[in-house]
T-cell receptor, first 112, second 115 residues
């Protein structure tokens, strides 16, 4: 059974810092990995999708990497802003119906 | 804009009173999913439709049912809600082709409260 772990569970950084969020998964037989953002009481916003054949994806200040063989992914956020404060979830896709298994998230707070 | 819409955004129901949550999509995706997310927990897949084929997760309680009358709409029925069913319910869609995996798009969620 696939298990996804995210470390740390919570993180507080001052504005402007670069930071890294970690995600690990137990079964490397994945189709892809997605990083999501979730604001309190809201739905999920997709940030980046990395296919299993890819090593990284970039969108603006976000860069996600994938090391499928070791079961790890990182989300790098450059020059953090207070608006980046949210919970970040990673999820891995398995099966032909792209079923996602989620981690419990990292709650990020960026302070002024 | 193409999107995933969930109604209502907030639903309050009484213990044991059936409730239906609605999801619609304008993305024309053939796969639709329902996830349950309890407070401070990871979203958990309840079931999904691949085209018209219904696929239940092994640990989804019998209390939860789903209907997909057409490509655009999918409903989550909770036959007899218990206090433990209070959660955020998330609908998602994706394209689906055998052997390939695509990005999932999520709706804003429905927050269910059981009194």
């Amino acid at each position: 059974k696939q298990e996804v772990t995210q470390i740390p569970a919570a993180l507080s950084v001052p504005e402007g810092e670069n930071l890294v969020l970690n995600c690990s998964f137990t079964d490397s037989a994945i189709y892809n990995l997605q990083w999501f953002r979730q604001d309190p009481g809201k739905g999920l916003t997709s940030l980046l999708l990395i296919q299993s054949s890819q090593r990284e994806q970039t969108s603006g200040r976000l860069n996600a990497s994938l090391d499928k063989s070791s079961g790890r992914s990182t989300l790098y956020i450059a020059a953090s802003q207070p608006g980046d404060s949210a919970t970040y979830l990673c999820a891995v896709s398995t099966g032909t119906a792209s079923k996602l298994t989620f981690g419990t998230g990292t709650r990020l707070q960026v302070t002024l | 804009d193409a999107m995933v819409i969930q109604n209502p955004r907030y639903q309050v129901t009484q213990f044991g009173k059936p409730v239906t949550l609605s999801c619609s999509q304008t993305l024309n995706h053939n796969v639709m999913y329902w996830y349950q997310q309890k407070s401070s927990q990871a979203p958990k897949l309840l079931f999904h439709y691949y085209d018209k084929d219904f696929n239940n997760e092994a640990d989804t309680p019998d209390n939860f049912q789903s209907r997909r009358p057409n490509t655009s709409f999918c409903f989550l029925d909770i036959r007899s809600p218990g206090l433990g069913d209070a959660a955020m319910y998330l609908c998602a869609t994706s394209r689906g082709r055998f052997g390939l995996s695509y990005e999932q798009y999520f709706g804003p969620g429905t927050r269910l409260t059981v009194t």
